[in-house]
């Protein structure tokens, strides 16, 4: 990211790690799991923790144009660090989007509610009254019934046919981020992930006619999304 210039980028979508690589156990298609998911979603602490979001947001802050925004998605683990950063850094919090999952995993502690909820926080560097950040206020009514689109979005999570080249442990559908880059990008608009996965946020962008650019650094991640290229 450092090696991009300032203000180039138009839109970011991300999904940071959550820090919930924590060897407890977890449900996944029925069956009970280790939830850890890899070493890159070890928690180091809440103080190391927020240093790191804080960092990698300097870093999109310097990327992004001032009528450019931003979509961050989070869980209780991670959403309170990013959220704090973001104010500290001078973004604006447009927006908590909260994405309830049609058929959440069981609980299978019992010693709270189902996690059925992620919160997408959207924001922007723009100053009010000074730029003006793309929303595409009309296209998002039109797709709600010609009313309002509210900030809770029901949706499922990824199915099959989104995991046929392999598939992430953390990876969020297509149907989620395309939403957010209709709401907030035009065709040619370049979309960076810094943290990119299978690159979810890669398809969506380039089958709405967006440019995309993403970081990674687990290499077999970005040969998933090498496939799902060459089959858009
Ligand atoms: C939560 S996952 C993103 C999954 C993605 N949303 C998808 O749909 O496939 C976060 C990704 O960030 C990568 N990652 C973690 N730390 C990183 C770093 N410092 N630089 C680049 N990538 C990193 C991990 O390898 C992981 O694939």
């Known amino acids: 990211m450092a090696s991009l210039p300032a203000e180039s980028v138009d839109c970011i979508w991300t999904d940071p790690p959550y820090n919930l690589s924590n060897d407890g156990i977890t449900c996944v298609a029925g069956r009970m799991v280790k939830v850890n998911k890899g070493e890159w979603d070890r928690s180091q602490g ?5 240093a790191f979001n804080k960092a990698w947001l300097a870093a999109c802050y310097r990327l992004l144009k001032p009528t450019g925004t931003i979509w ?23 927006n908590d989007i909260i994405w309830e999952k049609v058929a959440p995993p069981p609980n299978l502690g019992c010693r709270c509610f189902t996690h059925a909820t ?10 009010k009254g000074k730029e003006r950040y793309t929303f595409n206020y009309e296209e998002m009514k039109s797709e709600n019934g010609d009313r309002q689109m ?7 999570a990824p199915g099959k046919a989104e995991k046929i ?5 953390t990876q969020k559908p297509i149907a989620l981020v395309s939403r957010c880059l209709r709401a907030s990008t035009n ?38 999304f090498s496939l799902m290229c060459l089959s858009l």
């Open 46 to 50: 809440a103080e190391r923790d927020h």
């Open 72 to 94: 961050v998605t989070g869980t209780l683990h991670v959403y309170p660090s990013v959220g704090f950063a973001m104010q500290q850094l001078g973004f604006r919090i447009l």
């Open 118 to 127: 992620e919160l997408v926080l959207w924001a922007t560097k723009a100053r």
């Open 150 to 156: 509210k900030n809770l979005w029901r949706m499922p």
């Open 165 to 169: 080249y392999g598939k992430h442990p």
């Open 187 to 224: 065709p040619g608009d370049l979309v960076l992930n810094p943290f990119a996965g299978s690159s979810t946020t890669g398809v969506a962008a380039l089958s709405l006619g967006r440019e995309s650019i993403g970081c990674e650094v687990d290499i077999g991640h970005m040969v998933t």
